[in-house]
């Protein structure tokens, strides 16, 4: 049998090819799994798989079906709890038991009532070892989307900033300015290719007129869902958004008691409209938008707003991470800051830096929640 170090080292690998399709398996967890056998040489992985796009199939039939007859006597390595319910697909756990796997070893529960331990049980009922808790800290990470949604009923929020070394985002009169360098903006946009969608307000979309689609070579069909917190319904038809729906998804969130007339023009166009309450100052209230945004299935929600947007989630406290690029230059006294209302420093309430990495001229921190 496999010893401690080899299990952790394959369930590394688990964790590793179930990211290859994370950002693009909402609803589901972006699984990852490995079967292996046990030869003379140690341990063979005979079997790989990992959630396909949409969600289905699972990782764990897909690892079984490369692996065959090998399976039998072999050990399965998955990142989450196999699933035990009939959904979109026959349990994970009958794929399991019929192929004859002799040893199941699992990263963490997955805390879906549907299966909550029930796999794990079901599993060793069937004489299969099972075995938990391998790779279980960085499983919580990758997994962290569906554990939110699940448990608190609103996807993980990842909120980007980038920064001059004075702390500003932007020039005077909310005009925008170009911060960070090309290493960078490649890394942004690697991070909306794993989101399932990201989030930016009216105000960025006027100012701004983005695409937020990933623009990286061989990567282009890997664009999120975009979302607009639009309260008043004021986007216009004519922006980069709105002109861009056969690249991606466009939503917006606007208020209850907003005009009728916008979401009719806005639908015929394709793009899907949403309501939900007021806050008393007049903005969103972005508890009752991300309980909406998991009830439609998201995880992993990218935040990449401008300082109102962004201090309005990081004071709700509804930010779990923070990717956090720092630029050498500075815009002066005058430019925007990064935080409407809130200092920079403000991040670190409930956030600690897990990493600290160079892309090219800049710096990139990453916090997470405490």
């Known amino acids: 049998m496999t010893n401690t170090l080899e299990d952790g080292s394959l369930m590394a690998a688990a964790l590793s090819i179930g990211r290859r399709e994370r950002g693009h ?23 790989r798989g990992w959630t396909s796009r949409g969600g289905r199939p699972h990782a764990e039939p897909q690892a079984l079906a490369q692996a ?32 004859g796997i002799a040893r199941v070893v699992a990263a963490v529960q997955d805390p879906d009532f549907r299966v909550a331990g029930r796999g794990f049980a079901i599993l060793r009922e069937a004489a299969i070892t099972v075995e938990v808790g391998v790779g279980a800290a960085q499983a919580l990470v990758d997994h962290a989307g569906h554990m939110l949604r699940v448990t608190e009923g609103r996807p993980h929020v990842m909120l980007k900033l980038a920064v001059s070394s004075d702390g500003k985002v932007g020039l005077a009169g909310r005009r925008p300015a170009a911060i960070t360098g090309e ?30 689609t990933c623009r990286l070579p061989g990567m282009e069909d890997r664009s999120p869902l975009r979302i607009v917190l639009d309260a008043d319904l004021r986007l216009p038809p004519t922006s980069a958004l709105a002109r861009s729906l056969n690249v991606a998804p466009l939503w917006i969130v606007a208020a209850e008691d907003a005009p009728g007339q916008p979401e009719e023009m806005l639908g015929a166009m394709g793009i899907e409209v949403m309501r939900v309450r007021r806050r008393p100052d007049g903005g969103l209230d972005l508890n009752d938008a991300l309980k909406l945004l998991a009830l439609r299935g998201l995880t992993r929600l990218m935040v990449e707003a401008g300082p109102r ?12 991470e923070v990717n956090l690029f720092k630029a050498p230059k500075t815009l002066g006294t005058e430019a ?5 209302g809130l200092p920079l420093s403000a991040l670190s309430d409930y956030l600690s830096v897990i990493e600290d990495e160079r892309q090219g001229v800049d710096r990139l921190l990453i916090m997470r929640r405490r």
């Open 25 to 47: 398996t909402w609803p589901n967890p972006a699984v990852g799994a490995l079967v292996v056998r046990e030869g003379p040489a140690g341990p063979t992985v005979i079997g």
């Open 183 to 212: 290493v960078a903006r490649g890394r942004v946009h690697l991070l909306r290719a794993t989101h399932d969608a990201v989030l930016t307000g009216i105000g960025t979309v006027l100012a701004d007129d983005p695409l937020l």
């Open 309 to 320: 947007v962004a201090a309005s989630f990081l004071a709700a406290g509804l930010v779990d």
């Open 336 to 340: 925007l800051d990064a935080l409407e």
């Open 68 to 99: 065959g007859e090998g399976a039998q006597g072999a050990t399965l390595y998955v990142t989450l709890e196999p699933c035990s319910h009939h959904g979109g697909t026959p349990p994970c756990v009958d794929a399991i038991r019929a192929s």
